[in-house]
């Protein structure tokens, strides 16, 4: 298929989804989230009104559908121009839209697609419907919710740009227009010198994307469409970076609970390279099947062949703030082979919300019936066992290449258990290990103490109770293991055995692992929580990361 054609399959799977939805009585699909609303009428409306797509509906039905959920939509907008949510939108909506709070959230984003969507479909849309946007637009953009200077780099200010080049234009507004131009240029250069502090972080990157997408897709200035260009061809190229076949391998620093521990937000990586099938749920259809910036071969061919492992070691900077008055640097590192990728980030960062996902290794989308993602962590501030996302800071890693060694230094005041997640398949356990095989792939995956196992819907959950603790797993292909002269997992589970890590409680904490190639790691944490890791004598360094 092509890129158009996967596209098209999108937008009619959204657009049908939507139309088999029951309206409820506030004329809205939704209540817990008005975006929805809108991405979803925006799809139903695109489909219906273009007879290209073959749509498996009644499409003058749907068009009035969609109009009916954009006017509604619209008719939350905050339209006085006294308030101090002046051209905002509610984000919730239970139990009924109105009165709603209004939220700084939804107009970030769809206050820019409502003006793509208006500018490319206003020609089909009714008069009610053309002059409610009409309206709408010139309330977003007199409210200058994006008039705020760049400090953090973030989706935040990548969506606050890309409105003012996107109203700039619309609205013959010249200083705007240059403000939007200094910020994307400032933004560029940022990510070039400095990288992408928002490392691995989803939906927020696809907001990055969405956002300079419309206003390349909007814009008829030819300097600045190259500039959206050069914008656009970085977010591909770290994309590409991090991709195996619809997961996004290694370290989040933040994340949705359906994104971990299994990647469902797949829709833009499913147009752009369409290597795995999609998925029957969509938890987040955003605008993917309206807006694409096709990237380039070789930055997609980057993403797609994976013969051979690489890996990828990233230096990011976390912009300094009222609560960390210096700059931070962290280091990312991911092992990416064709059966499965291993990474994480090197250092403990308190993200938003305590969100930091530290490390994991990752199966592509489709191998095992549940969770792609494996890993290990002592719960932090937030967890939940259906939402593994928080982490505590009593964790110290070394990650190389197929193998990830962890301690766990657990404090006398904290809870002393650990928790793994495991993917679906078949898994050998033993009191201080387990050996498994997922996907295409065999797992060697190794307890300080003891733990047990307990089997969910979509995972293993291994749980392990004691203080210190700590964890090594190890993974390679079945395809590798055969060359190796291990032709099943009993052959695998006998050569693991034989080489079990020494863990020491001592002081200092430590743990020494010789992996399947020879190679001895050595993870050591000392009373000060300093921690050291060794690839065989040598300490490890971060020589050669770079943004």
């Known amino acids: 298929m092509t890129f158009r054609e996967r596209q098209h399959e999108v937008a009619v799977r959204i657009a049908l989804a939507a139309y088999e939805q029951p309206l409820l009585e506030s004329g809205l699909w939704f209540h817990h989230d008005i975006r929805d609303n809108f991405y979803y009428a925006s799809h139903l409306f695109a489909t219906s009104t273009n007879p290209g797509l073959s749509a498996t509906f009644d499409t003058d039905e749907g068009k009035q559908i969609a109009e009916t959920v954009l006017l509604e939509v619209i008719r939350l907008q905050d339209q006085d121009t006294r308030s101090d949510t002046y051209g905002h939108f509610p984000l919730k909506l239970e139990p009924q839209p109105a009165p709603i709070k209004r939220s700084a959230l939804p107009i970030e984003l769809m206050g820019i697609l409502m003006a793509y969507l208006f500018r490319r479909y206003s020609s089909a849309f009714s008069r009610p419907l053309r002059l409610a946007f009409e309206s709408a637009l010139l309330h977003a953009y007199r409210s200058g919710y994006y008039r705020k200077p760049l400090n953090q780099y973030n989706h935040h200010e990548a969506k606050y740009t890309a409105a003012k080049l996107i109203f700039g234009e619309m609205f013959h507004d010249r200083e705007l227009l240059r403000d939007g131009q200094e910020c994307l240029e400032r933004m560029i250069a940022s990510i070039q010198t400095k990288g992408m502090s928002e490392y691995g972080s989803l939906p927020w990157f696809w907001h990055w994307v969405q956002a300079f997408t419309c206003a390349w897709s909007m814009t008829e200035n030819a300097a600045l469409k190259q500039s959206l260009a050069a914008m656009l061809d970085r977010l591909w190229q770290e994309r590409s970076q991090f991709y195996l076949q619809g997961t996004w391998v ?201 733990y047990h196992v307990e089997e969910k819907s979509d995972r293993m959950l291994a749980i392990s109770v004691g203080s210190p603790n700590g964890v090594v797993m190890e993974a390679v292909s079945v395809r590798e293991a055969a060359r190796k002269g291990m032709r099943s997992l009993n052959e695998f589970a006998g050569s693991a055995r034989a080489r079990a890590p020494q863990f020491s409680e001592t002081v200092p904490l430590s743990v020494t692992y010789s992996n399947l190639y020879g190679e001895k790691l050595e993870l050591v944490v000392h009373p000060d929580r300093r921690a050291e890791a060794f690839v065989g004598e040598t300490l490890v360094s971060f020589e050669g990361y770079t943004v």
């Open 250 to 450: 290694g370290a989040h620093s933040r994340a949705l609970k359906h994104d971990i521990p299994r990647d469902s937000n797949v829709l833009f990586d499913y147009v752009q390279y369409g290597d795995f099938a999609l998925p029957r749920e969509l938890p987040r259809t955003e605008y993917a099947g309206l807006l694409f910036y096709e990237a380039s071969e070789p930055v997609r061919r980057a993403a797609l062949e994976r013969s051979q492992a690489v890996e990828v070691t990233k230096l990011i900077t976390k912009q300094a703030t009222a609560a960390r008055p210096e700059a931070v640097e962290l280091h990312s590192y991911a092992y990416i082979t064709e059966s499965f990728a291993a990474g994480g980030v090197w250092e403990r960062y308190a993200e938003f919300d305590n969100e930091q996902h530290r490390w994991d290794f990752t199966l592509p989308l489709g191998l095992t019936d549940g969770v792609n993602q494996s890993f290990f962590m002592h719960p932090g501030s937030g967890y939940a066992e259906d939402d593994p996302r928080h982490q505590s800071d009593c964790a110290e890693v070394l990650l190389h290449k197929n193998t990830v060694l962890a301690l766990y230094p657990i404090p006398p005041e904290s809870h002393e258990t650990i928790v793994g997640i495991l993917p679906k398949g078949e898994w050998l356990q033993e009191p201080n290990a387990l050996y498994g095989q997922a996907g295409n792939v065999y797992w060697a995956i190794y307890v300080m103490r003891s």
